[in-house]
């Protein structure tokens, strides 16, 4: 046996510990159910999935390392990143510097790789890129060493760019061509897909080749700020409100959004707090309005703008006051914030502050480092899939969509990661969208415990009824349909106005119980009661045809749970409903619809219309509601 794995983790131990233990966790799961049992006959499919931000390149790195090791028939490694060169090349410098053992090879490097041979393994690193893959498709099928040999393809961000999105054309794209080709060159192969979003890996068809035979999930470490950091219910310490139409306000006005003010103000309190007090030579802030360059173009003149106005007018009372507001709510968090005198004087010295637009477009300054010092980047697509942004302390995220896409705007989630200072860090949204992000959260959630729990045969992708899982073009749609499930909803905007009809509906059922059984039947009777949210947001038609659906499912049990509680002093806007007593009862029956109903008393101090009103809670089965391919 080589020993390629142990020197890629001496080198992995100099920069982390912790990734040199989970890499060694994973290594120890994968290696022994799927590489020492290959047969060199088959051609494979397997996924590593972690969470956004989390280490997933240390882990391929790693699985690639202990292939080579325990199976020698392994000589070719291709290691796919998305069509970014600056992630290509990112990609490339850490093989080289972590893969010693091995002929890393660039996408131009044909005579290395040629000249390498079999004396020790090669991995090419290269871009998904039609030219380039093209490219490499012709090498390998010229070279003497694919004869006889097994491939080994990882495919980082797999639900990008690789799954043929003609396929409700009966046609197949360019990329997933180009990849198919490339695993038939070879005798076998195993193809390993990375992504921290594999909705669209899952809802693949198993005649199309590309959906995943295994999967396995490594947790990210101790450190780590993800989902269940940003996006709990309640709403965590770090997420700001913005107003719902704040993009509209940004763009329609010749003055600058409160929101993105307050968020400016923010930046500018955390990153003199983390410059003079030595924690970070970088400080970055985040600014995340739409996918339109014009935008980028629009907001960066206003940033600039008010970055100026506030250094011009230290000396002003607003001025002031604003910005000791902002340092008043860090200091909720970071007790031991820098005394605001101090913040103050550092700000009259002007720090100088880069404002970078990130996009595609011509006036794109994302040739500029953001690595290095205080800067302010704003941009859409471009800040999705692969950057990474260091020291990542403020976020502004006003996008919005029709019909958004659950991995599309999960992997806008730039804040998840390692080097940030967790009391320092704001998010700046609309509520909307932060009950988008925390439905997703939990979507992500159930999926995740449904791999934990090896329940792998059984995965479900859910969703809010008014989130797709993915784009459309990947899945198969004649073969396409879903139910949702596992996530509490309530109306955000519920109807005040129902107490007569719910108290006649709901007054048989004793609120001093626990829990009362009734059939689907019934709870589609008192469901259909209900109105829809105004923002449409909570469907009842929805909600009514996922339970008929329920029903409808073979071997489900014409039975559900129905919760009532009366007296409740809830107030308008909490981000949460169930107490958590009621929530974990709700959660502890995961194979059937649960309804909680509670009897809210409406003060007008709380926000409400000054009068009771039932507010409903509904809960679709784990098991019985998600997203799939028949």
């Known amino acids: 046996m080589d020993n390629h794995l142990t020197n890629y983790l001496k080198i992995l131990e100099q920069t982390s510990s912790d990734a040199v233990l989970s890499v060694k966790n994973t290594v120890e799961k994968i290696i022994p159910e799927h590489i020492e049992s290959f047969t060199h006959k088959e051609h494979i499919r397997g996924l590593l999935l972690g969470q956004v931000q989390s280490g997933k390149t240390s882990q391929m790195l790693g699985i690639i390392a202990a292939t080579a090791d325990i199976d020698n028939g392994f000589k070719i490694f291709v290691l796919l990143t998305t069509d970014n060169t600056a992630l290509q090349q990112q990609t490339l410098k850490r093989a080289l510097a972590s893969m010693d053992t091995f002929n890393v090879c660039d996408e131009h490097d044909e005579m290395r790789f040629m000249e390498g041979g079999i004396r020790k393994p090669s991995l090419i690193v290269l871009k998904k890129n039609s030219s380039i893959l093209k490219t490499w498709r012709n090498i390998l099928g010229s070279s003497e060493l694919n004869k006889g040999r097994p491939?080994?393809?990882?495919?980082?961000?797999?639900?990008?760019?690789?799954?043929?999105?003609?396929?409700?054309?009966?046609?197949?794209?360019?990329?997933?061509?180009?990849?198919?080709?490339?695993?038939?060159?070879?005798?076998?192969?195993?193809?390993?897909?990375?992504?921290?979003?594999?909705?669209?890996?899952?809802?693949?068809?198993?005649?199309?080749?590309?959906?995943?035979?295994?999967?396995?999930?490594?947790?990210?470490?101790?450190?780590?700020?993800?989902?269940?950091?940003?996006?709990?219910?309640?709403?965590?310490?770090?997420?700001?409100?913005?107003?719902?139409?704040?993009?509209?306000?940004?763009?329609?006005?010749?003055?600058?959004?409160?929101?993105?003010?307050?968020?400016?103000?923010?930046?500018?309190?955390?990153?003199?707090?983390?410059?003079?007090?030595?924690?970070?030579?970088?400080?970055?802030?985040?600014?995340?309005?739409?996918?339109?360059?014009?935008?980028?173009?629009?907001?960066?003149?206003?940033?600039?703008?008010?970055?100026?106005?506030?250094?011009?007018?230290?000396?002003?009372?607003?001025?002031?006051?604003?910005?000791?507001?902002?340092?008043?709510?860090?200091?909720?968090?970071?007790?031991?914030?820098?005394?605001?005198?101090?913040?103050?004087?550092?700000?009259?010295?002007?720090?100088?502050?880069?404002v970078i637009t990130m996009n595609s477009g011509p006036k794109s300054d994302a040739h500029l480092t953001y690595d290095e010092g205080l800067n302010i980047v704003i941009g859409g697509n471009s800040l999705g899939r692969g950057v990474t942004f260091k020291c990542l302390q403020t976020v502004y995220y006003c996008r919005s969509s029709k019909i958004p896409q659950a991995d599309t705007f999960w992997q806008h989630s730039r804040m998840f990661g390692y080097d940030r200072d967790p009391l320092l860090m704001r998010v700046f949204m609309p509520q909307a969208l932060f009950n988008m992000f925390s439905e997703i959260n939990d979507s992500n959630e159930i999926l995740i415990k449904q791999i934990e729990e090896n329940k792998f045969d059984e995965i479900q992708i859910v969703t809010s009824n008014k989130i797709k899982p993915t784009r459309k073009n990947v899945i198969d749609q004649d073969r396409y349909n879903y139910l949702v499930g596992g996530v509490?909803?309530?109306?955000?905007?519920?109807?005040?106005?129902?107490?007569?009809?719910?108290?006649?509906?709901?007054?048989?059922?004793?609120?001093?119980?626990?829990?009362?059984?009734?059939?689907?039947?019934d709870l589609v009777k008192i469901v259909s009661n209900l109105k829809s949210d105004l923002s449409n947001s909570w469907s009842i038609e929805s909600f009514v045809n996922a339970l008929l659906a329920v029903k409808a499912q073979r071997g489900t049990p014409n039975l559900a749970k129905l919760i009532i509680r009366r007296d409740r002093d809830i107030g308008y806007g909490t981000g949460t409903m169930l107490s958590p007593d009621d929530r974990q009862l709700g959660n502890d029956i995961e194979n059937l619809p649960v309804i909680t109903f509670y009897r809210i008393n409406g003060q007008k101090e709380k926000n409400w219309q000054g009068h009771p009103f039932w507010m409903p809670n509904i809960k679709l089965p784990i098991g019985k509601v998600f997203h799939r391919v028949d």
């Open 151 to 354: 491939i080994f393809l990882v495919d980082d961000e797999a639900d990008a760019a690789s799954l043929n999105t003609l396929v409700n054309k009966q046609e197949q794209s360019a990329i997933n061509t180009h990849l198919e080709a490339i695993l038939k060159l070879f005798t076998s192969s195993v193809y390993l897909q990375v992504t921290a979003t594999p909705q669209s890996l899952f809802l693949q068809t198993e005649e199309s080749g590309w959906k995943p035979s295994f999967v396995h999930y490594f947790p990210p470490g101790k450190n780590y700020l993800g989902g269940n950091f940003f996006y709990t219910k309640p709403k965590p310490f770090t997420n700001r409100f913005t107003q719902d139409d704040e993009l509209q306000v940004l763009l329609r006005e010749k003055f600058i959004a409160d929101g993105l003010k307050l968020a400016i103000e923010n930046f500018l309190i955390t990153s003199s707090h983390l410059t003079l007090g030595s924690e970070s030579s970088v400080c970055n802030f985040l600014v995340h309005p739409s996918v339109k360059i014009d935008d980028h173009e629009k907001i960066k003149s206003k940033v600039v703008d008010y970055l100026n106005y506030i250094f011009s007018s230290l000396d002003s009372k607003d001025v002031i006051s604003r910005l000791k507001h902002a340092w008043d709510d860090l200091k909720t968090s970071k007790p031991d914030l820098i005394a605001f005198e101090d913040i103050v004087s550092f700000l009259a010295t002007k720090p100088e502050i880069t």
């Open 488 to 521: 509490n909803y309530f109306p955000p905007y519920p109807d005040q106005d129902n107490l007569a009809l719910m108290d006649n509906i709901l007054n048989n059922f004793d609120s001093t119980k626990k829990v009362h059984d009734i059939t689907i039947d």
